[in-house]
């Protein structure tokens, strides 16, 4: 998992490129907005996540199983991948709240998927 980046990732380099292209003011990564979003728009108030789809746990719905539980039906130490990726979904939706309380109703975080940028 050492392997795995967590900044500057493919799909992040594409929606960064499109928003240079359309000349939008942004910050990556910033450090002083809870949960350190991909990019941050400082005024309009709107954060952006790129989330990898296994990671966020994602991927089980756009393979057509029937459940996380599923996509590991297979793997030695099922438990704690179901666990790790459930906690990154609960991490998720955590940030996605306090942003949201922070900045106000229909502002504030939006979550993309690998599949929805690339």
């Keep these: 998992m050492a392997a795995v980046r ?3 990732t493919t799909p992040e380099l594409t929606l960064k490129k499109a928003l240079r292209t359309l000349q939008r003011k942004f910050r990556s990564h910033p450090s002083n907005i809870p949960g350190r ?3 941050a728009f400082p005024n309009q108030r709107v954060a952006i996540f790129v989330d990898g789809d296994f990671w966020h746990g994602r991927q089980w719905k756009l393979r057509g ?3 996380l539980d599923r996509q590991f039906s297979r793997c030695l130490n099922k438990e704690y991948w ?3 990726i459930n906690r990154n979904v609960q991490r998720d939706k955590s940030n996605t709240r306090m942003l949201r309380r922070l900045v106000g109703e229909g502002r ?3 979550r993309l998927g ?3 940028v690339s």
Excluded: R, V
């Design 6 to 8: 967590s900044k500057n």
């Design 108 to 110: 504030g975080a939006s």
């Design 37 to 39: 979003p991909d990019f």
């Design 65 to 67: 199983l029937e459940s």
């Design 82 to 84: 179901i666990k790790k």
């Design 114 to 116: 690998l599949a929805q």
